[in-house]
T-cell receptor, first 111, second 110 residues
Framework: SAVISQKPSRDICQRGTSLTIQCQVD?????MFWYRQQPGQSLTLIATANQGSEATYESGFVIDKFPISRPNLTFSTLTVSNMSPEDSSIYLC????????FGPGTRLLVL | RKEVEQDPGPFNVPEGATVAFNCTYS??????FFWYRQDCRKEPKLLMSVYSSGNEDGRFTAQLNRASQYISLLIRDSKLSDSATYLC???????????FGAGTQVVVTP
């Protein structure tokens, strides 16, 4: 199974600021996925990040709010822009190798 | 209607007992099915895939009923360490998109 790391593991941010979350995988993967898990809820897919093309966003998520980079086959970033308290959540990246494996998550609190 | 629905629980289970719970899915074209386990403040981790014929992994048994569009998970001889939230996960297309249930919380008590 893939080994996935995320940075930062947690952060507390002021509203109106932006935070970039990094995801690193120990092997090359075609697709990486970004999820959000709000308190007490299950995972919601934000977008799929393919290397060399624009990310594909799910309904309710837009590139201006959640820009994604995918510069190579082992790395991706998700930026949470112009944050509000409603963005407080756990953000997880994952990769698909027959099934999906998740990074440890980034716990974000927006004040 | 949610694509994947689960009883949120909690299921309070005495240590050593058996617990079972289901998950229903709405898309009849769903291709693959999984149970993930999520501990408090941790990322989800794959517990087991669910195969059409049903499958066991130690104390865990998963079954799929395509006609009624549900999957089930049974845990025998429950351990305290089985306390977690169990996520039902359904793959609806061939390129990786997953649908997650909200999870069933299991609490195993001494």
């Amino acid at each position: 199974s893939a080994v996935i790391s995320q940075k930062p593991s947690r952060d507390i941010c002021q509203r109106g600021t932006s935070l970039t979350i990094q995801c690193q995988v120990d092997s090359q993967v075609t697709m990486m996925f970004w999820y959000r898990q709000q308190p007490g809820q299950s995972l919601t897919l934000i977008a799929t990040a393919n290397q060399g093309s624009e990310a594909t966003y799910e309904s309710g998520f837009v590139i201006d709010k959640f820009p994604i980079s995918r510069p190579n086959l082992t790395f991706s970033t998700l930026t949470v822009s112009n944050m509000s308290p409603e963005d407080s959540s756990i953000y997880l990246c994952s990769v698909d190798q027959e099934t999906q494996y998740f990074g440890p998550g980034t716990r974000l609190l927006v004040l | 209607r949610k694509e994947v629905e689960q009883d949120p629980g909690p299921f309070n289970v005495p240590e050593g007992a058996t617990v079972a719970f289901n998950c229903t899915y709405s898309n009849s074209a769903s291709q693959s099915f999984f149970w993930y386990r999520q501990d408090c403040r941790k990322e989800p981790k794959l517990l087991m895939s669910v195969y059409s014929s049903g499958n066991e992994d130690g104390r865990f048994t998963a079954q799929l009923n395509r006609a009624s569009q549900y999957i089930s998970l049974l845990i025998r001889d429950s351990k305290l360490s089985d306390s977690a939230t169990y996520l039902c996960v359904v793959r609806t297309d061939s390129w990786g998109k997953l649908q997650f249930g909200a999870g069933t919380q299991v609490v195993v008590t001494p």
